[in-house]
């Protein structure tokens, strides 16, 4: 079967995928508890520890879904009605955080930055943790709608100091930025299959520690049953112990792709994955800037994941790529939509150089 792409898809997720991922969905359909199925789960669990660098403590979480899931998930299984928490806000995805955690009935701090693109305030986080019974603070590692990273480090530990759990959105991040969960002691790390993990959508992966599981076990009002990791966790602890289990029936294809994109990734190495993200944008930043083309975020703010860039004096340059075979993004976020384009370097696309080179030598030409 040949996956030859017409058109290179480098919009901020889905991104490409490689060829032994694409091939995976080829194979016959087989029984959730089939050892196959039940192998390749145990084995996708053990490679979310890994690729996460999260302790051998730590619980990872995967169920059918989106990026949306993986958030609504977090938020529900660690915070009840009536509870405080912080949001750091980096743009779109933030304002989505806040509003999903109002629904819960959770009270919100919402930390914005000064401008779009900035990076919201530390002072005002630490303030807040000290005048408030803060239970989480959440923050976007990446914020796809201003290509800005949050300093998921500090954050994590302004957090910690204040005994609040932190609950990161890693669904433009996790497999791409450099994200230690257990040496920075982060709570809650979320993702979706269709970004830096490089698979189709339909996944949403956490990691979560011992505290945000404890946090879980305390709760009076409940997560929808449905997302309850409690529910989820004898699941999980089955699959790992190549067992095979049921409490919802898992999306078979997706998990045996997710542990090949996962071995891909590892016999890389995580760090090396990093590095290549971090190429990957110095080069797409340098030709944006030979272009005289200027970034969203703030000098010293810009993820590795993807560039979210002002059309300048190139408002064609979304048609023109897409005319020479490379899909790029318009705008998201609402204030600045229809001023600003985005290119998503992630994933397969940064570790295969052919997608890199296709996109590079075309901006270099136009
Ligand atoms: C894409 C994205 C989401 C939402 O994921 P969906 O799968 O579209 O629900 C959430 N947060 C961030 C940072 C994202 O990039």
């Not at 957090?159 to 996790?174: E, M, P």
């Not at 004898?234 to 071995?263: C, D, Q, V």
Request: hydrophobic share 45%.
């Amino acid at each position: 079967m040949q996956n030859k792409p017409i058109s290179t898809l480098m919009i901020p997720g889905p991104v490409e995928i490689s060829p032994e991922v694409a091939k995976s969905f080829a194979e016959p359909i087989a029984s959730h508890v089939s050892p196959k199925i039940i192998e390749a789960h145990g084995s996708a669990l053990e490679g979310m520890r890994k690729v996460w660098l999260a302790g051998a403590d730590s619980q990872p979480f995967v169920i059918a879904g989106s990026g949306t899931i993986a958030m609504e998930m977090a938020a529900t299984n660690t915070l009840e009605p009536g509870d405080t928490a912080v949001v750091m806000n980096s743009g779109y995805f933030g304002d989505r955080m806040a509003k999903m955690l109002v629904r819960r009935g959770v009270l919100v701090h919402s930390v914005f930055a000064d401008e779009i693109g900035g990076h919201p305030s530390l002072e005002k986080l630490a303030d807040i943790l000290k005048n408030h019974n803060i239970r989480a603070v959440f923050g976007t590692h990446v914020d796809t709608s201003t290509g800005v990273r949050l300093d998921a480090q500090k954050v994590a530990k302004l957090a910690k100091d204040a005994g609040a759990l932190s609950i990161f959105d890693g669904v433009c991040a996790t497999a791409g930025e450099v994200f230690r969960m257990e040496d920075w002691e982060a709570d809650v790390y979320f993702t979706a299959s269709q970004k830096a993990l490089a698979l189709p959508p339909g996944l949403a992966l956490m990691v979560v520690s011992k505290s945000a599981l404890k946090r879980r076990r305390g709760m009076e009002v409940l997560p929808p049953l449905s997302l309850d990791w409690l529910e989820w966790l004898p699941i999980m602890e089955a699959y790992e112990g190549r067992k095979g289990s049921y409490f919802s029936t898992p999306p078979t294809h997706l998990i045996s792709a997710l542990n090949i994109s996962l071995s891909q990734v590892l016999e890389r190495g995580i760090e090396q994955v990093f590095e290549d993200h971090q190429s990957a944008a110095d080069l797409v930043r340098a030709a944006l800037a030979d272009m005289g083309l200027t970034l969203v975020p703030k000098p010293g703010l810009a993820a590795n994941t993807l560039s979210a860039v002002y059309y300048g004096d190139r408002p064609q340059i979304v048609q023109q790529l897409k005319s020479k075979g490379v899909i790029i993004a318009g705008g998201l976020h609402p204030e600045i939509k229809d001023q600003y384009f985005r290119i998503g370097h992630m994933g397969y696309s940064v570790r295969d150089g052919e997608d890199m080179d296709r996109l590079l030598s075309i901006l270099s030409g136009i």
